[in-house]
């Protein structure tokens, strides 16, 4: 992982840590099963309730964060039972939570308990079947003579019915998960890309704000003016829901762009407009599972973007009061942050680092890059948040074969972004890109992802799972 950190750390320390990402990707080799685990460093925290400050630590690229060996275990994995407990409505932001004072450099992950995988959900769906035939079975030996000599004709009679019952309950029963399919691709085709929603209790600036009241006159009609532009000229991957009862909080999920290593993928952000808003620009929060995939991306949940006066920019790339708006920060998250060679994100890497050398780091940072994408995949589609619920089990559905035929072409040498709809873009390409190493980590995430998609209800991907 020198690509993440090499500029950081020294060699012995890069050592330390690229060992420890190694084992936590063997980790996700046993079906996605065990926590990962990284050495991290906690000097970058911030207050989540200013995240977006323009005196905000921008210290993802200084001395200080980098990861020494002394540096203790980041640790989450004692409650994991928070990934599976539905009861409550702020599961979402609670788990966020555990990240909001861990700030990583891009590229290293924390432990992210999420990854186990609940019991009830390792259980085959053969086993219901064979336990209604067993008891089938059991009723059919009622038939047997008190001297236990069995009726053979009436025996095979009661078998056929048996068997004629079981395969009626088989049909039936997969006439009912077609129903339930098609209800759900219905759900997700009508998905609105604008939409407004009853409550946010789980949103991340639920407790900032105008919480409890509304908010001025002024204030009101320009975030109603926000919602005019959002509901006119949203993108076809961007999708935002917005509350009548909160109107200084939005959320929204972004699709990860084609032709980059966040392909496929879906992005959440929780959004508050301040009170002096648009004076200032909006506060956005970032659901990062622990994972630091973007130099501009906090695991935190920082969103460090010149629009949002979260870093230097030019003039013309700051907020204007008068001018810019919410539509214009989703649509730059998108383009800007989540773009094919986020390796330059990063301050002073574009000068720094310029023609072949350039390009060899940027290439093998957009395979670390993937891979935390994939696990970002599966943190957003058993954790969805609220409102999008519908629409993230559509959206894999859809795109899980594309996903895993990327995967597939990777492993054999594809460049991370070439593969657009399942086909690569460049066939030349093949064979020319990735590290033994990154083909590995794609490997051994195959079969988790099989299995999460599968449960999910996607078809056609049991192809792709590679022999144990």
């Known amino acids: 992982m020198d690509i993440e950190i090499g500029e950081f750390a020294s060699k012995e320390t890069q050592t330390s840590i690229s060992k420890k990402l190694k084992r936590n990707e063997e980790d996700m080799a046993k079906d996605l099963g065990n926590p990962t685990s990284v050495a991290a460093s906690t000097s970058g925290s911030l207050n989540s309730d200013n995240i977006n400050s323009s005196n905000s630590d921008l210290s993802y690229h200084d001395d200080n964060d980098v990861v020494d060996e002394g540096d203790e275990v980041s640790d989450y994995d004692e409650n994991d039972d928070y990934m599976y407990d539905d009861d409550g409505d702020d599961y979402y932001l609670n788990m966020q939570c555990q990240f909001d004072n861990v700030d990583l450099p891009p590229g290293v992950e924390a432990s992210v308990s999420w990854l186990k995988d609940p019991v009830s959900a390792n259980i085959p769906a053969a086993t219901s079947t064979s336990v209604q035939t067993d008891a089938v079975g059991l009723s059919a030996g009622v038939g047997m003579s008190a001297s236990l000599v069995p009726d053979v004709a009436n025996s095979e009679n009661k078998a056929a019915a048996a068997s ?159 001018t810019s708006t919410m539509l214009q920060v989703l649509v730059s998250i998108q383009a800007l942050i989540l773009n094919a060679k986020p390796f330059f994100n990063e301050p002073g890497y574009e000068t720094t680092y310029v023609g072949p050398e350039g390009e060899r780091r940027s290439k093998a940072y957009n395979d670390d890059v993937f891979i935390l994408s994939l696990k970002t995949m599966i943190y957003t589609l058993r954790r969805p948040p609220k409102h999008f619920e519908d629409f993230v089990t559509g959206h894999f559905r859809v795109c899980a074969y594309d996903i895993l035929s990327a995967c597939k072409a990777y492993m054999k040498g594809a460049q991370v972004g070439s593969v657009v709809k399942g086909r690569v873009q460049n066939a030349n390409e093949v064979e020319k890109s990735g590290s033994n190493e990154f083909k590995q980590a794609v490997t051994r995430m195959m079969n988790g992802l099989v299995t999460s998609f599968i449960k999910n209800g996607s078809k056609d991907c049991e192809q792709f799972r590679l022999p144990g």
């Open 164 to 322: 004629s019952s079981t395969d009626f309950a088989e049909l039936s029963s997969d006439g009912k998960e077609e129903e339930k399919n098609d209800d759900f691709m219905k759900k997700f085709e009508l998905f609105k890309r604008f939409d407004t929603v009853v409550d946010f209790s789980d949103h991340h600036f639920n407790n900032t704000g105008f919480s409890g009241q509304q908010p001025p006159k002024n204030l009101t009609k320009k975030i109603q003016e926000e919602w005019r532009i959002l509901e006119r000229d949203l993108p076809d991957t961007i999708y935002v829901r917005v509350c009548e009862a909160r109107m200084d909080l939005l959320r929204a999920v972004i699709v990860g762009p084609a032709g980059t290593p966040y392909h496929d993928g879906l992005f959440v952000f929780d959004v508050c407009f301040p009170p002096t808003y648009p004076d200032i620009p909006p506060m956005v929060y970032y659901y990062s599972g622990g994972l630091r995939l973007n130099p501009n991306l906090y695991n935190c949940g920082k969103v460090c973007l010149s629009l949002l006066n979260t870093w230097t920019g030019k003039k013309d790339e700051m907020w204007m009061p008068k």
